[in-house]
């Protein structure tokens, strides 16, 4: 069975600190990751993804997560963050690469001060 | 850049009423998912839909939800007799052959009332 784990629903970051938001997975099988952004009032946006190619993946907007097989770990992060990052970040994990459905997790909402 | 459309954006009805929501699916596309997010809980799974069947769905996805391709380009949900736990956030999704991820819709907010 499928599961991910958002550990933290708020995180607040400064302007210009680094982003860490934690996700830890569960999967029967070799997983398919991803990280999905969710601006107010927007639909989700897909942020970056890892397939079983490099561990460390990067994506849109400065984000990077890294893939640690023996901690079940994808966490996201970003150096520095930028007033527009505040958001609702969820973290998903799947089972195959066709139909296969997203398992979500709950969701981490960002917030960044000035 | 192609994306996927989901109407209307937000729908408000009376419990025991019948809705429709409304996707159209990135065109060259070929797998359909709706989820939905029930305010303050995950996104969840309802139901995947590849070569005009479904193909899996989840324990939510009861008698009361349809799903139908009814013109090679919408993709619609059904809620026979809406109940206020269906209020949520629906989202479609869609999903090319080649690629792992999917490209989600705008969303449309299901108000039972």
């Known amino acids: 069975a499928q599961s991910v784990t958002q550990l933290g629903s708020h995180v607040s970051v400064s302007e210009g600190a680094l982003v860490l938001l934690r996700c830890n997975y569960s999967?029967?099988?070799?997983?398919?990751l991803f990280w999905y952004v969710q601006y107010p009032n927007q639909g989700l946006q897909l942020l970056l993804k890892?397939?079983?190619?490099?561990?460390l993946v990067k994506g849109i907007n400065g984000f990077e997560a890294e893939f640690k097989k023996s901690e079940t770990s994808f966490h996201l992060t970003k150096p520095s963050a930028h007033m527009s990052d505040a958001a609702e970040y969820f973290c998903?994990?799947?089972?195959?690469?066709?139909?296969?459905?997203?398992?979500f997790g709950r969701g981490t909402q960002l917030t960044v001060w000035p | 850049e192609p994306e996927v459309t989901q109407t209307p954006s937000h729908q408000v009805t009376q419990m025991g009423q019948e809705v429709i929501l409304r996707c159209v699916p990135i065109?060259?596309?070929?797998?359909f998912y709706w989820y939905r997010q029930i305010l303050g809980q995950k996104v969840e799974f309802l139901v995947s839909?590849?070569?005009?069947?479904?193909?899996?769905k989840s324990e939510i996805f009861d008698d009361q939800f349809s799903v139908e391709r009814p013109d090679g380009s919408n993709f619609t949900l059904k809620i026979r007799s809406t109940k206020l736990e269906d209020s949520a956030m629906y989202f479609c999704?869609?999903?090319?052959?080649?690629?792992?991820?999917?490209?989600f819709g705008q969303g449309t907010r299901l108000t039972v009332v």
């Open positions: 999704a869609s999903k090319d052959r080649k690629n792992t991820e999917a490209f």
């Open positions: 999967s029967s099988v070799p997983p398919y």
């Open positions: 890892y397939t079983s190619a490099a561990t």
């Open positions: 998903a994990v799947k089972r195959g690469s066709t139909l296969g459905r997203l398992y």
């Open positions: 065109s060259n596309h070929l797998y």
């Open positions: 839909f590849y070569n005009n069947e479904i193909s899996e």
